[in-house]
Nanobody, 127 residues
Framework: HLRLVESGGGSVQPGESRRLSCACS????????MTWFRQAPGKEREGVAS??????????IDSVKGRFTISISRDDTETTSYLQMDTLRPEDTGLYYC??????????????????WGQGTQVTVSS
């Protein structure tokens, strides 16, 4: 059993930065990838960025390439994923979720691959 806890959300103005964190505690070691999803009001949930836990290989959707950076850190008790978001835009607004799963898969952005989800952290980009 494991637990995912996101933090770091908030309200920012366009062009500003924000860093999200996702701490995985418990039985995280069998899994291979951690992925961030987001869901904006009235829209479907979409995969934003993913990272392999073995060699930290990242993947991004096109709309965040060059602006978002995903990374990981690991110690004896926790695996933490970070999502550094720079040059934020209003369209980045949404509830950001952290997930963990097996993989990697070419379709890492599909939520079908992930069994465990955090509670979400809200990011609002508005002037």
């Amino acid at each position: 059993h494991l637990r995912l806890v996101e933090s770091g959300g908030g309200s920012v103005q366009p062009g500003e930065s924000r860093r999200l964190s996702c701490a995985c505690s418990g039985l995280c070691s069998p899994y291979d990838v951690m992925t961030w999803f987001r869901q904006a009001p009235g829209k479907e949930r979409e995969g934003v960025a993913s990272i392999t836990l073995k060699d930290a290989t990242p993947n991004y959707i096109d709309s965040v390439k060059g602006r978002f950076t995903i990374s990981i850190s690991r110690d004896d008790t926790e695996t933490t994923s970070y999502l550094q978001m720079d040059t934020l835009r209003p369209e980045d607004t949404g509830l950001y979720y952290c997930t963990i799963g097996y993989g990697p898969h070419e379709t890492w952005y599909s939520d079908l691959w992930y069994d465990y989800w955090g509670q979400g952290t809200q990011v609002t980009v508005s002037s």
